[in-house]
Structure formats: structure tokens, C-alpha cells
């Protein structure tokens, strides 16, 4: 079982993927950044603050990412807590899956995709899945990856084509067909329960918890989802999250998940991950 295998590096610890810069020779200039938005979405676009330099959500009351440092809040809590680096590097399949309940800046899904791009066999797609209820516009998106210089040529390639995402493009594929993205605007539950992502019906090998806290986002966290989440795993399936929060424990706990309880990022005491290993009432 992976969970019995679990070797964490201690937490803030710097790691290949915050000090490796190599930029992706193939990816063509970033064009012009706007602030269009579909009008449809104008209604729940994120209303971000900027404090101290991060993206701040006003209605929330909450950040995107830890102020301490978010890319190795990232690779500590999401890449590390599902480890991503070790099975991709003994990957036997031919993909892997990863879906995310919130897309926000998209540091998760660059940060996964560097790594993927450093680790996994060439000849391996990696689809990553998310959802995101307030998507950022391009602007606001281009100016939260900007924070990210290690990360700037992968930013470069999902901008080109983010606005396809907000429009009618479900999903895009980058890195000469090595990742395939599927982002799915509205709310979580539902988009793990039916629509789309019932079509494509994927098992995922691990999942990124992603809202903003348990208390001030009470619907990323509800029984509901987990309850689909579950659906869509298999006994390989791990998750991660940077909440310790016990309601969040009990509930992944009973949806069906081993939860283990580690060392937290940063300010934060502890955090979760695990793995999936039966169905409720199995
Ligand atoms: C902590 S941020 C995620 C950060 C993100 N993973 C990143 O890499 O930047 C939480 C995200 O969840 C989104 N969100 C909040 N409630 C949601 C809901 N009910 N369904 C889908 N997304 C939601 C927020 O808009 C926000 O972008």
C-alpha cells in the first residue's frame, strides 16, 4: 500500500522543483494579456485584493495560497502528500489522472505539471482536472503566476490558452500532448457528481483538495463531495490537503479514505492526506 511507504521531506524544505529553472525551450511568447472576461461568468468572477503582494480572495476572507510560500506550500502539501514525484518515476501506466476541487491561480496545476514534465516517462499523459466556481480573469491570473519565475515559461503556455477555459473549451492539451487539462467552471460537488465529468467517468490516482479554509468555504468541504470523490477513486487513489480540520477528517474517513494526519506547511500545524481503501458499508 503507498500510504506504508510515505517518506516526507521535512516541511518548508526547499525542493528540485522551487530551485530547478530550466525553461521549456518549445513555448511560444505569451500574447497579450487582457482583462476579458465571457459575460456569463461576470457574475462570479473572483474578486481579488492584493495584500502584501498575494492574491487575496475579498470574499472570502482568505488567500489563494500560504503567505509563507506558496510554490513550496505546493510541492509540500499536493506533490509531496500524493507521492507524486516517487510514483511518477516508476510510473507502469500509460497516464495518470489528478483532479483538483479549485483551479484559483493554477499554482497546483503548474507546479504538477513541472513535475510531471521532469519525472514521468515521455511516452505518459498526465490529465489533470479541476474546477473552479470564481475563475480569475487573464489578468488577474497572469499577475499571481508572475509571482513564480521558476514556474514562468509553464505559465506562459496554460495564459495562451486560459481564455479558451472561461469560453466553451473544456479542455486543452500542452507540452506536446504530454498533459491534457480539463477545467470545469461551477461549483465542485456538482461537477464531480454529474455533467462532464460523470461522461468521462475517470479514476483518479490522486486528488488535491483545494478550497479556501474549511470555515470560510464550507461548500469544498461537505460530505456530498467526498461522497463523489470516493466514486471516482480506487484503492491506489490518494488525496492531500493542506486542512487538518477535524469535520474534514471524519468526513473523507467515512466517504472511504485512510487518513493520516502529518506536519502542516508553514504556520500550519498539521495537514491531511491518505488513501482511498473501500467503498462505505463494504
Ligand atoms: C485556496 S483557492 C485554490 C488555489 C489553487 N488550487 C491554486 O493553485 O491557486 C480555492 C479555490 O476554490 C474556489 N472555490 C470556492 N468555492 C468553490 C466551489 N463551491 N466550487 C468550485 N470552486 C470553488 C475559489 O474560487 C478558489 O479559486
Known amino acids: 500500500m503507498i500510504l506504508d511507504t510515505l517518506n516526507h521531506a521535512k516541511p518548508n524544505s526547499a525542493s528540485k522543483l522551487a530551485t530547478d529553472i530550466t525553461p521549456l525551450a518549445d513555448i511560444a511568447p505569451l500574447a497579450k494579456v487582457t482583462e476579458s472576461r465571457p459575460a456569463k461568468l461576470a457574475e462570479q468572477a473572483a474578486v481579488i485584493e492584493w495584500r502584501d503582494?498575494?492574491?487575496?480572495?475579498?470574499?472570502?476572507?482568505?488567500?489563494?495560497?500560504?503567505?509563507?510560500?506558496?510554490?513550496?506550500?505546493?510541492?509540500?502539501?499536493?506533490?509531496?502528500?500524493?507521492?507524486?514525484s516517487q510514483r511518477w518515476q516508476s510510473l507502469q501506466s500509460n497516464s495518470f489522472t489528478i483532479a483538483e476541487t479549485g483551479f484559483g491561480t493554477g499554482l497546483n496545476f503548474l507546479a504538477a505539471a513541472?513535475?510531471?514534465l521532469e519525472t514521468a516517462p515521455k511516452q505518459a499523459k498526465l490529465h489533470y482536472i479541476s474546477v473552479e466556481k470564481y475563475p480569475l480573469s487573464p489578468l488577474e491570473m497572469n499577475n499571481a503566476l508572475s509571482l513564480w519565475p521558476s514556474l514562468a515559461?509553464?505559465?506562459?503556455?496554460?495564459?495562451?490558452?486560459?481564455?479558451?477555459?472561461?469560453?466553451?473549451?473544456?479542455?486543452?492539451?500542452?507540452?506536446?500532448?504530454?498533459?491534457?487539462?480539463t477545467l470545469l467552471l461551477g461549483d465542485a460537488t456538482?461537477?464531480?457528481?454529474?455533467g462532464y465529468i460523470a461522461q468521462i467517468n475517470p479514476v483518479v490516482d490522486a486528488w488535491f483538495l483545494d478550497g479556501f479554509a474549511p470555515a470560510k468555504n464550507p461548500d469544498?468541504?461537505?460530505a456530498a463531495l467526498f461522497k463523489n470523490i470516493a466514486l471516482l477513486s480506487n484503492t491506489a487513489s490518494t488525496f492531500a490537503t493542506f486542512t487538518s480540520a477535524s469535520a474534514v477528517r471524519r468526513e473523507l474517513s467515512k466517504a472511504g479514505f485512510a487518513v493520516i494526519k502529518q506536519a502542516g506547511f508553514g504556520k500550519k500545524r498539521e495537514m491531511l492526506r491518505g488513501q482511498f481503501i473501500r467503498r462505505p458499508n463494504e
Open 153 to 181: 515559461a509553464l505559465s506562459q503556455a496554460l495564459l495562451q490558452q486560459y481564455a479558451n477555459l472561461l469560453n466553451s473549451t473544456k479542455t486543452i492539451t500542452m507540452f506536446d500532448q504530454r498533459i491534457q487539462l
Open 220 to 222: 469544498m468541504w461537505q
Open 53 to 84: 503582494g498575494q492574491p487575496y480572495a475579498s470574499a472570502f476572507q482568505d488567500v489563494y495560497f500560504s503567505t509563507d510560500h506558496g510554490l513550496l506550500e505546493t510541492d509540500y502539501v499536493f506533490l509531496q502528500g500524493n507521492q507524486l
Open 190 to 194: 456538482e461537477a464531480y457528481e454529474t
Open 114 to 116: 513541472k513535475l510531471w
